[in-house]
């Protein structure tokens, strides 16, 4: 299973765009890349997936550079609602059950 | 479209006390049901996940079991509870479909104190 390491916690500003990296050095030919976001007291809510290059919703974009050992989730212009935990995972996509492994996130808070 | 529920919302229960929780999905059919915990300030700690009726993987060995006993339901059972099983319980779901990801779905989650 590919590991992933992010940071610990982050800080911004309201209307500010924030970038959370995410690491993933042993990503595997099957592996994609999922982000979740989590309020207190309420289960992760998917954010967005992605595999290769920029994958664009109407939440967040991901960008994942050729070699994908890493990736990038921007939140443009975010608001204080956008305070949470981000957790970044990779995970194969053939597999019948998932054996997605949720790390400890990016507790992200945004200041007025 | 898809939901999911659990319950109760909250629970508090006395050390070597019985557990049920239970989990049930809608409008999907098959399912791949999980069931996580999550320590104060940590992350989500998988401890079963089911891809089937009376199929259940334990990822962790622990003081917890599970059982899958019709396709959209899924229980979280212990015989007798310890201080250390306190924390917040959630089920999710997920659906694979030929190239579909395994994304999943949560819901609302327990709240489990052990006194």
């Known amino acids: 299973l590919a590991k992933t390491t992010q940071p610990i916690s982050m800080d911004s500003y309201e209307g500010q765009e924030v970038n959370i990296t995410c690491s993933h050095n042993?990503?595997?030919?099957?592996?994609?890349i999922t982000w979740y976001q989590q309020f207190p007291s309420q289960g992760p809510r998917f954010i967005i997936q992605?595999?290769?290059t920029k994958v664009t919703n109407e939440v967040a974009s991901l960008f994942i550079p050729a070699d994908r050992k890493s990736s990038t989730l921007s939140l443009p212009r975010v608001s204080l609602s956008d305070t949470a935990v981000y957790y970044c995972?990779?995970?194969?996509?053939?597999?019948?059950?998932?054996?997605?492994?949720f790390g400890s996130g990016t507790r992200l808070s945004i200041r007025p | 479209s898809q939901t999911i529920h659990q319950w109760p919302a909250t629970l508090v229960q006395p050390v070597g006390s019985p557990l049920s929780l239970e989990c049930t999905v809608e409008?999907?059919?098959?399912?791949?049901l999980y069931w996580y915990r999550q320590a104060a300030g940590r992350g989500l700690q998988l401890l079963f996940y089911?891809?089937?009726?009376?199929?259940i993987s334990s990822e962790v060995p622990q003081n917890l079991s599970a059982s899958r006993p019709q396709d959209r339901q899924f229980i979280l059972s212990s015989k007798k509870l310890l201080l250390s099983d306190s924390g917040f319980y959630l089920c999710?779901?997920?659906?694979?479909?030929?190239?579909?990801?395994?994304?999943?779905?949560f819901g609302p989650g327990t709240r489990l104190t052990v006194l």
């Open positions: 999710a779901w997920s659906a694979l479909d030929g190239g579909e990801t395994d994304t999943q779905y």
């Open positions: 042993n990503i595997a030919t099957n592996d994609y």
């Open positions: 992605g595999y290769k």
């Open positions: 089911s891809v089937g009726i009376g199929q």
């Open positions: 995972l990779v995970g194969d996509r053939y597999s019948s059950a998932s054996k997605i492994i």
């Open positions: 409008g999907t059919s098959n399912p791949n």
